[in-house]
């Protein structure tokens, strides 16, 4: 029971938790590719948006794998059944939803910040 409530939070925070460092760390690269300090950095900015987002969608779809995992342990019950099993259930299917809607943004995000001009001097 251990093991599926740890894969069920894992499941249920991680997906969010990689989302958002995505985004934060896309940031960080944006602001270093763009700004007059980070120049003689050589940074590579569509090789790191491009890590950063796989790594990020590679992680939100192990997240929806322990999802997954917990969904298939717990098939012979249902949500409504009485805790701890209905609630790890319960949680499992809505992580499930959760991740796969993060890993539809995490590609969006990707393909915005790769096909997109980064630094335009107005």
């Known amino acids: ?24 760390v896309g940031y960080g690269v944006t602001e270093a590719s763009c700004n007059s300090g980070g120049a003689n950095w050589g940074i590579h900015f569509d090789l790191w ?23 298939m342990l717990t098939r012979g ?3 409504e ?7 790890i259930r319960f949680f499992a299917l809505a992580a499930l939803v959760a991740n796969v809607i ?3 943004a995490l590609l969006l995000y990707a393909l ?4 997109n001009v980064a630094c335009r001097q107005g």
Request: aromatic share 8%; no cysteine.
């Open 112 to 115: 915005g910040s790769i096909f």
């Open 102 to 104: 993060f890993t539809v």
């Open 81 to 87: 059944d009485a805790p701890p099993v209905g609630r």
């Open 49 to 71: 948006q491009g890590l950063v987002t796989g790594i990020a969608g590679a992680l939100a779809l192990a997240a929806a794998g322990a999802a997954l995992a917990v969904i």
């Open 77 to 79: 019950s249902s949500y």
């Open 1 to 24: 029971m251990r093991r599926l409530e740890v894969l069920q939070w894992v499941g249920l925070l991680a997906g969010a938790a990689v989302w958002a460092a995505a985004h934060v």
